[in-house]
């Protein structure tokens, strides 16, 4: 029984930082644009996290690492939208970019030992009453804030979405940005602006990685969430409530593998950690005339 | 169209050196600032970076040209899909698929001659890498699923998968290390005279030629480039069957990424193991739009990386500047090219020629999102 709420609980944590990220992404698709810069964005909130957070608190650790997943974001727009480059070509070189400069940032800075930075993570809060619930309590309502934060935004973010003039207007520009533009809307407005959000999102995340979770900063240290997020969307298919459950399943996917010897499980956990991105390459060719992305995602 | 008119060569070829050594230029400009910027002697920077890539005969075959292999391979990979419009951004997986069919078949016909296991092994590799593609090409085939997101989940499979070989049917027999045991003498690559440099680089370079000529000369050739150049205009004029070019594109892409991952378990590690990709595919990219997306040019590019790579390693080994500067550097190349290439674009837009890295795309221009 404590394995089994030790391993959802792991599941949560584990799966907060990919949430995150992957809401931001999902905006971001449903207006058009796959932003796979997403990996480096992380990183940069990871790094930005930990530094501000060391020198000025955890509160500020978590609004450094948006502000850095902003600016990530910034050349992203830049180059895609207002130069009209290609997105893939261009969220590659962000993500070496954000490779480059948080290692070169952070052995300058650090050393290139790096054992100076460590810092008091943002630790679990219990939520009264709800966290003693059985089984569900802890895993759901003991995580550190940034999970909480997960769960407002989903509801938030769908809310917008769906029910909101400007959430209609990123969706007609995801799917005919020509009949957006006929009907009034800035396709380049609304892609720079979902596209920042989704560089907030995914510093965040990256903040919620460094800050919330392992209280110290590694070279490269988002380690392919960005492009997990990736994969989340799809799976989630581009909708927010889908997406959170995605990152759940991701999640515990990678929860498994620290779990998988005390459990007993004799089949070996990388397999395991394949199960998440076959079971989307199903899903995204059993959708297919379904549930389709946004008609006009890499288009623009 | 206008893209698929030869230039008059000599004046092309001019154009192709003077863009060469502006890269050049621009690239030793952005490791002095870079190097300046995080406190280094720029001088010293620069020193180094020279002695650890061109500076001596050993440094060009046992760094550059070692280095520069599989970027070359996985450059032509990018380089082919990107002209036929197909964003391949798997070869990573691929080149390990690759590498994983190289192993295997390499202790398997490990006992064999030489003349024997090596072309086996190698086939194996270009046979996994195109297996691999296949899925994200049946799958746009099929379903017109992205290929940018089923090659990522492709990626990510690949890598676990070789994460549970090193650790169950490959690993060594002690069962210590997560990797593969050496691989048989038999299947190794020959290396040349008394450098680490095997032969898979002059495997690298015929694939460039392969590749120039056929696109240039041969009608297939000409099918990948309109079906990249305008879709639609293929399609309607009843030229090409877009679909099938596109898939079997996408194929000899993933076989291209596939021998790189051969080579580099045959020619250099001799085992598997999980990082044997620093990024090489991702690297690729910036490969592919250095060289124009043309062959010939991005052999040159992948040289050019390698020699990048090469001095980082180098420059951190002795002027202790931390080597992801070369990361920086890359993806600065990428941008500069970009924007250069769109403001000509722009400039060139009512007069009579592109820009000079106007690269096809079937869905989105490579480099200009606006359709061709």
Do not use: K
């Not at chain 1, 850095?68 to 974001?73: D, E, I, R, W, Y």
């Not at chain 2, 596939?258 to 020619?267: F, T």
């Not at chain 2, 990428?334 to 795309?361: C, H, Q, T, Y």
């Amino acid at each position: 029984m404590t394995e089994a709420v030790a391993f959802l609980e792991a599941t949560v944590r584990t799966a907060t930082p990919l949430a995150l990220a992957a809401l931001g992404e999902t905006v971001v698709e449903r207006a058009g644009v796959i932003n796979i810069g997403l990996e480096g964005t992380i990183l940069a909130g990871a790094l930005a996290g930990v530094a501000a957070a060391g020198a000025l608190g955890v509160g500020v650790g978590f609004v450094g690492a948006a502000t850095a997943g902003v600016l990530t974001a910034m050349v992203f727009a830049f180059f895609v939208v207002t130069l009209r480059a290609n997105q893939i070509v261009v969220g590659t070189a962000v993500t070496l970019l954000s490779l480059g400069v948080t290692g070169l940032l952070y052995r300058g800075t650090f050393g290139s030992a790096g054992v100076a930075l460590t810092i008091p993570t943002a630790g679990p809060v219990a939520i009264p009453l709800l966290s003693s619930l059985p089984i569900v309590g802890r895993p759901l309502f003991v995580q550190p804030i940034t999970t909480y934060a997960v769960y407002v935004l989903v509801p938030l973010v769908a809310w917008w979405l769906y029910r909101t003039h400007a959430g209609l207007a990123l969706r007609a520009v995801g799917e005919n940005p020509a009949a957006a533009t006929a009907a009034g809307i800035s396709p380049s407005r609304v892609q720079w602006a979902a596209i920042l959000f989704g560089g907030a999102l995914g510093g965040l995340s990256g903040g919620a990685l460094a800050v919330a979770q392992v209280g110290t900063f590694a070279e490269g240290m988002s380690a392919g969430r960005g492009f997990i997020a990736i994969a989340i969307v799809a799976l989630g298919r581009w909708s927010p409530m889908g997406v959170s459950f995605a990152a759940l399943l991701f999640g515990a996917a990678s929860a498994l593998q620290f779990f998988a010897q005390s459990l007993g499980l004799a089949v070996p956990y990388h397999l395991f950690l394949a199960l998440p991105y076959v079971l989307t390459l199903l899903a995204l060719a059993g959708a297919a005339g379904r549930i389709a992305p946004p008609a006009g995602l890499g288009r623009h | 169209m206008r893209r698929l008119r030869a230039g008059f060569p000599a004046r092309r070829s001019l154009r192709a050196i003077g863009a060469a050594a502006s890269v050049a230029v621009a690239a030793a400009a952005l490791v002095t600032v870079l190097a300046a910027a995080a406190g280094h002697d720029p001088l010293r920077a620069l020193d180094a970076l020279w002695r650890g890539s061109l500076g001596s005969e050993y440094a060009l075959f046992s760094g550059t040209l070692l280095r520069a292999t599989p970027l070359i391979l996985t450059g032509l990979a990018v380089t082919i899909a990107f002209t036929a419009g197909v964003m391949n951004i798997g070869a990573e997986g691929q080149l390990l698929a690759g590498g994983m069919a190289a192993t295997a078949v390499g202790f398997s016909v490990g006992s064999m001659s030489a003349w024997v296991a090596v072309p086996a092994a190698l086939i194996g590799g270009v046979a996994a890498g195109a297996a691999w593609a296949s899925v994200p090409a049946w799958l746009r085939r099929r379903y017109g699923v992205l290929e940018v997101i089923s090659t990522i989940m492709m990626n990510f499979v690949a890598l676990y998968l070789v994460g549970y070989l090193v650790r169950g049917p490959l690993q060594e027999p002690t069962r210590i290390y997560p990797q593969s045991s050496p691989l048989p003498e038999a299947v190794r690559l020959p290396l040349v005279a008394d450098t680490r440099l095997h032969i898979g680089f002059a495997i690298a370079l015929v694939c460039a030629l392969g590749m120039w000529w056929t696109l240039r000369m041969t009608a297939a050739g000409f099918r990948v480039r309109v079906i990249g150049a305008n879709p639609d205009a293929a399609r309607s004029a009843g030229l090409v069957d877009v679909r099938a070019t596109t898939f079997r594109t996408f194929l000899v892409s993933g076989g291209l990424a596939g021998l790189a991952g051969a080579v580099e378990v045959m020619g250099v590690t001799y085992t598997l193991y999980e990082n044997l990709s620093p990024g090489y595919g991702y690297t690729a990219i910036a490969v592919a739009l250095v060289g124009a997306l043309n062959p010939l040019l991005t052999a040159v590019s992948g040289v050019f990386f390698g020699a990048l790579e090469a001095g980082a390693s180098a420059m951190q080994r002795d002027a202790g500047i931390p080597s992801v500067l070369a990361t920086i550097v890359e993806a600065g190349l990428i941008l500069l090219l970009l924007a250069v290439s769109l403001v000509r674009l722009r400039l060139a837009r009512d007069g009579a020629r592109a820009g000079f890295l106007r690269i096809p795309g079937a869905r989105a221009g490579v480099f200009s999102g606006d359709s061709p």
